[in-house]
């Protein structure tokens, strides 16, 4: 596998959490580096019976032997980091680049007023204002933060020899190509691009040193806060459906619609994606749940499975009949 760039082709909810978790544990991923705009981003891990809800730790925590690293172009929230790598017992294994932005509380408080809170219906997680400070230049830096020193890692040089070593690496994505600053549907959209390029771009990686772009698509859509959600369905229609979500960071009801091909087959596109993730095939189609071999599969999976490459010209190779991590089909 190499250099994996896992990003998210809808409105961010995808599962992406799942996919790098299971990739870091099949494939021996030596480094997974957290992109993305910050805490605003909450991925959800399921392994063992237990939930995890991650915010600033990369989802390959879930092998022991995965060097964990969030890249530059990420804010975090102090806080937020201490707490989690102390919870999931990471510590020694986690590095923050020194040039990662600082979520402060002005940042938190800004977000959760005004236009930001009424009218684009953030996390209020503080993202946006941090890196409004930071286009201004006036945002802190982790390297100031007394409390962060024993994480301060060059996350590029990492990375770029971890590459140079032939180890398998993963750069996890957040969000969703429609909410990223420049591809998504503005001015309903998160505070940075948040397509594969600018992933690279956040973590210090160069676009030719990208083996594979995994783009993860659920088997429906769904999307938390304003803008459009073309082919939404009612909320109620949602619950009957089993599609009703509520947010990792927020705990709203997520709004809902079927899958939609267009957006898929332009998130390709924008991303270069190389091979397809499908998730929560057993949600749209309960008989797959728990399938580890397509071959196992009913017809329905099946057609749709071919339908997703056919329009989108590109191989579904993992897809998702579970929320457990090891709940996969993978035809790599
Ligand atoms: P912000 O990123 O908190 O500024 O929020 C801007 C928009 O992006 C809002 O509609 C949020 O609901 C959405 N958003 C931000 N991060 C995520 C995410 O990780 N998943 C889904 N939606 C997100
Ligand atoms: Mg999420």
């Known amino acids: ?5 896992v990003v998210d082709g809808f409105f ?26 910050g805490p605003n981003a909450g991925h959800t891990v399921v392994k063992d019976g237990k939930t995890y809800k991650l915010r600033m730790v990369p989802c390959a925590f879930v092998n022991p032997e995965t060097r964990l690293l969030i890249g530059p172009g990420v804010a975090i929230n102090p806080e937020i980091v201490l707490s989690e790598a102390a919870e999931l017992v990471v510590e ?8 990662c932005a600082i ?18 219906q953030t996390t209020g997680s503080g993202t ?13 830096m982790a390297r100031e933060i007394p409390e962060l020193k024993r994480f301060l890692s060059d996350v590029p040089a ?33 505070s940075k691009d948040v397509c594969a390029s600018a992933a690279c771009s956040d973590v ?13 698509l659920k088997s429906y859509v769904t999307r938390v806060g304003a803008g459009d959600l073309p082919g939404e369905i009612a909320p109620e229609e949602a619950r009957r459906r089993g599609w009703d ?8 009801q997520r709004r809902a619609a079927p899958f939609n091909f267009e957006l898929a087959k332009r998130a390709a596109m924008i991303n270069g994606a190389t091979q397809i993730a499908i998730t929560k095939l057993d949600v749209l189609h309960p008989e797959c749940k728990g399938s580890t071999r397509f071959e196992d599969m009913g017809r329905a999976s099946r057609e749709f499975i071919a339908e997703v490459e056919d329009v989108l010209g590109l191989p579904v190779t993992l897809v998702g009949t579970g929320p457990d991590v090891m709940e996969m089909i993978d035809r790599r």
């Open 158 to 190: 990492e990375l770029n020899k971890a590459l140079d070593e032939g180890k398998n690496v993963i750069v996890e994505g957040t969000q969703g190509t429609y909410i990223s600053l420049y591809h998504g549907t503005y001015p309903y959209v998160t």
């Open 103 to 120: 979520i402060e509380p002005k940042h938190i408080e800004l977000d959760r007023t005004g236009d930001l809170k009424g009218r684009i």
């Open 204 to 216: 210090g990686i160069g676009p030719t040193r990208v083996d594979e772009v995994v783009l993860v």
């Open 12 to 37: 961010g909810d995808t599962g992406k959490g799942k996919i790098v978790s299971y990739l870091a544990v099949v494939d021996g991923v030596a480094v997974c580096a957290r992109a993305g705009v």
């Open 92 to 99: 020694g294994r986690l590095g923050l680049d020194p040039q």
């Open 128 to 140: 946006g204002p941090c890196n409004a400070d930071r286009a201004l230049r006036s945002a802190k």
């Open 245 to 252: 979500e509520y947010g990792t960071v927020t705990g709203r």
């Open 1 to 5: 596998m190499a250099c994996t760039v």
